[in-house]
């Protein structure tokens, strides 16, 4: 046997090579090799990943946020819309789902029951509030505004970031109406974290910007709205998602340029886990101040 032979290409072992892949080191020949940025890959390893030895998104093309720009950019928006229709028509065929549901501090559903709400446990009360609607308008409206703030958003964060914005806005205002609201009224609806995506857009605005005075006229008018008296909205669901969602914006549209390009990612994230620690603080102030009532 001959050990000073070269080994075969993996797909043609009768071609000798001294050539190997850089990621699966698995010899190759020259019609196989294909050049990356350092080395040479197989063709496997190409289909496999971006054929630079990264994975395969690494050089699709990028929102301004760094967010892979994607076919259907509306994509999250649509589902959220659907989410909410949903919720809102298994809450009128099943209307007990409405009371377990909806965003409730502490209380008793009858004299001797059990105490329920957030305080409780029932922590999955200040996310499920926010996809939960009771009457038409109210969700169409709602719903309304997340597509025509929602979209173009989404479009300029990518799907990830923009989930993130919605869930922190969310979680956020009702942070907010957990710690300022008597315990046992009931808050409902998507308005959070709509005002959150608002928020949001009038970062992206200033960062990119954009002429300011429309969306500035709109942003004042819906917070005339919140505090218009009559109309029976949580002024501390909309201010608790603004001020996230303008809080978590600020993070993910991060300078990509210089320095500031380097940390990006680290800014994005930690700013978002500071976020949602910020709210949890709330969420666990004012759990402790309900419990010690009873």
Not at 41 to 58: D, I, K, L, N, Y
Not at 213 to 232: C, S
Request: aromatic share 8%.
């Amino acid at each position: 046997m001959d050990t000073d032979r070269l080994p075969g290409c993996y797909r043609h072992p009768d071609r000798e090579t001294g050539i190997s892949c850089t990621r699966c080191e698995r010899p190759i020949c020259p019609e196989c090799m294909i050049s990356a940025s350092v080395g040479f890959q197989c063709p496997e390893c190409v289909r496999g990943g971006s054929g630079t030895g990264h994975g395969r998104a690494a050089n699709a093309p990028r929102t301004i946020a760094g967010g892979v720009v994607a076919a259907d950019p509306y994509l999250v928006t649509k589902i959220l819309i659907g989410i909410n229709v949903a919720v809102f028509l298994a809450g009128h065929v099943f209307p007990g789902l409405t009371i377990q549901l909806e965003l409730l501090g502490r209380y008793r559903e009858q004299v001797g029951g059990p105490l329920e709400g957030v305080s409780t446990g029932e922590y999955y009360r200040l996310l499920s509030s926010a996809f939960l609607h009771t009457e038409l308008w109210h969700i169409f409206g709602n719903l309304l505004a997340l597509w025509f703030i929602g979209g173009p958003l989404e479009q300029a964060l990518g799907r990830a970031r923009y989930l993130t914005v919605y869930l922190l806005s969310a979680l956020g205002g009702s942070a907010v109406v957990y710690l300022l609201t008597e315990p046992n009224v009931a808050t409902l609806g998507a308005s959070g974290a709509v005002f959150g995506l608002l928020g949001a857009t009038v970062v992206l605005a200033r960062r990119m910007r954009y002429e300011m005075r429309p969306l500035i006229t709109m942003a004042v008018f819906m917070l005339v709205l919140t505090f218009a008296p009559g109309l029976n909205v949580s002024w501390q669901a909309h201010i608790g998602g603004l001020v996230t969602g303008v809080l978590v914006a600020l993070g993910l549209f991060w300078p990509a340029t210089g320095h500031g390009a380097r940390n990006r990612k680290f800014v994005q994230w930690g700013t978002c886990v500071a976020v949602f620690l910020l709210a949890t603080a709330l969420i666990a102030i004012r759990t402790a101040e309900l419990s010690a009532l009873t």
